[in-house]
């Protein structure tokens, strides 16, 4: 019965260094979304994820971010060469339906590049 | 970028006022929900509110959908120290995701 579940909590890394996020969503749940919400702003989407096929990565904001979810369950955000600017709370979401329908948030990971 | 614009960015209130958050944009979503985020937590669906006019409340909460579906509204009545949080509003352009609003940050003081 646990909820969406995230790792690490937190990640600093030096600038220049790979980064890779996890998210272990409800099970069952057929969709999975990635958001990056900075300080005190409300999330905004980078990737979607329906079972294991990647439908939408328009947020995606460069190619140093991958995505995937090769097995439909979980999945993991991965960040190459990483900058300043991607310092950053990363917000993994899944739901259980295809359409819209609630949205189940994991706590984050707080990225912190240096 | 942010296709929602909330406001009032910040509200600092006391116990017992009432108080109106807005989420208003120019295109139009097939729903809308509003969520509450504490620190460290990632957000927490309040309601999802699908129909033009639509008025939904839970307790102390109205949250209204615009007849348009291009905005909403979140009446909170005798806030409580307990309301205190991070509130976003994500509306639904399509059939999938959502996009999140800039988000009202509510303090209520004892």
């Known amino acids: 019965g646990a909820g969406v579940s995230q790792s690490p909590r937190y990640k600093v890394a030096k600038r220049g260094q790979d980064v890779a996020l996890r998210c272990d969503p409800i099970s069952g749940h057929v969709s999975l979304f990635w958001y990056q919400q900075a300080l005190g702003q409300g999330p905004e989407f980078l990737t979607y994820?329906?079972?294991?096929?990647?439908?939408?990565k328009s947020g995606l904001p460069s190619d140093r971010f991958f995505a995937e979810r090769p097995e439909g369950s979980v999945s993991t955000l991965k960040i190459q060469r990483t900058q300043q600017e991607d310092s950053a709370v990363y917000l993994c979401?899944?739901?259980?339906?295809?359409?819209?329908?609630?949205?189940?948030f994991g706590n984050g990971t707080r990225l912190t590049v240096t | 970028t942010q296709l929602l614009e909330q406001s009032p960015q910040f509200l600092s209130i006391q116990e017992g006022e009432n108080l109106t958050v807005y989420c208003n944009s120019s295109s139009v979503f097939s729903s809308l929900q509003w969520y509450r985020q504490e620190p460290g937590e990632g957000p927490v669906l309040l309601v999802t509110?699908?129909?033009?006019?639509e008025v939904k409340k839970l307790k102390r909460l109205t949250f209204q959908f615009g007849d348009a579906r291009k905005d909403s509204s979140l009446h909170i009545t005798a806030a409580q120290t307990g309301d205190t949080g991070l509130y976003l509003c994500a509306g639904a352009p399509g059939t999938y995701k959502y996009i999140f609003g800039t988000g009202t940050r509510l303090k209520v003081l004892a």
């Open positions: 994820f329906q079972n294991e096929a990647q439908l939408d």
């Open positions: 509110v699908v129909t033009g006019g």
């Open positions: 979401a899944s739901s259980l339906a295809r359409s819209i329908s609630p949205l189940h």
